[in-house]
């Protein structure tokens, strides 16, 4: 495009991961374009325009709680003092507060205090992997990270079940 117009076109990226970085910036309108998670964008949106927000296409995510199956696990409640293992990352910004609510009605509070350890990676084979082998006993993980390791292992599929899962959510604009 530079050349077919035949303008200096000049990019400049920048990562800023405090969200107190993010809103002084919003603020002092040095940037034309962020990427936000959801929780990031509700402490800034006062300062955007909604006419020029944009998700992705195919931005929903869906967020799931697996273990193995016939482990005698059948439902959240069951977890209490069990290992728990959470996917992290950008799109899995409201799994925390999802999964609190999904353990409301068996332990009002944060989820940290219900199991008895909570672990965090970032690779979903991580997350995933240890369930099915018996190392962890549940896993917070996406629907889309879970299907892409159903089909690289058809295996991880028939052993692992869910018994929570979030509506589809958008988290990133």
Known sequence: MEMELRLPISFS???????????????????D????????YR??????????IISESDGAEEYLLLVKRGGGIQ???DLRGRRLIMLTGAKMCVAYPW?????????????????GSVAEE???ARVVLPVFFGQ???????????????ELNPQVARNLTVIAASSP???TF
């Open 169 to 171: 959510m958008v988290v």
């Open 99 to 115: 999964l609190s609510t999904v353990l409301d009605a068996a332990h009002p509070g944060p989820a940290d205090q219900f199991f």
């Open 43 to 52: 402490q800034i949106a006062e300062l955007l325009d909604p006419n020029w």
């Open 33 to 40: 374009a962020v990427a936000l998670n959801v929780v990031e």
């Open 75 to 77: 439902k959240p409640e």
């Open 136 to 150: 962890a006993d549940a896993c917070v993980t996406s629907k889309k990270s879970f299907d892409v390791m159903c």
């Open 122 to 124: 970032a690779k979903a």
């Open 13 to 31: 990226a920048n990562v800023f991961e405090p969200a107190a970085e993010i809103l002084r910036r919003a603020r002092g309108g040095l940037f």
